[in-house]
Nanobody, 124 residues
Framework: QVQLVESGGRLVQAGDSLRLSCAAS????????MGWFRQAPGKEREFVAT????????YYSNAVKGRFTISRDNARNTVYLQMNSLRPEDSAAYYC?????????????????WGQGTQVTVSS
């Protein structure tokens, strides 16, 4: 079992930057792919970004490419999502997830463990 706890979400203004963190605990000896998803009110949860275990490979949704950066520190069992040039449409609950698959994963069903989410609100 892996427990994931997100933090860093808050109210910001359009154009601001924000960094989310996701701390993993429990069985962290497995090589997990990590991902970030988000869900806005009334909408389905959507993929944001994913990173390979070693951190060398990343993949982003078109909505955030060029503005968001996913990274990880395996020594700290932590994954980050740096969000720049935030827009009101980025407002959502952001979820961290871990997958035991190889490569990269952008589908919800590829992920085995999920955090509880952290709220990001971007005002215009």
């Amino acid at each position: 079992q892996v427990q994931l706890v997100e933090s860093g979400g808050r109210l910001v203004q359009a154009g601001d930057s924000l960094r989310l963190s996701c701390a993993a605990s429990g069985r962290t000896d497995t090589d997990y792919i990590m991902g970030w998803f988000r869900q806005a009110p009334g909408k389905e949860r959507e993929f944001v970004a994913t990173i390979s275990w070693g951190g060398a490979n990343t993949y982003y949704s078109n909505a955030v490419k060029g503005r968001f950066t996913i990274s990880r520190d395996n020594a700290r069992n932590t994954v980050y999502l740096q969000m720049n040039s935030l827009r009101p449409e980025d407002s959502a609950a952001y979820y961290c997830a871990a997958s035991s698959r190889h490569g990269l994963a952008s589908r919800e069903e590829d992920y085995d463990y999920w955090g509880q989410g952290t709220q990001v609100t971007v005002s215009s």
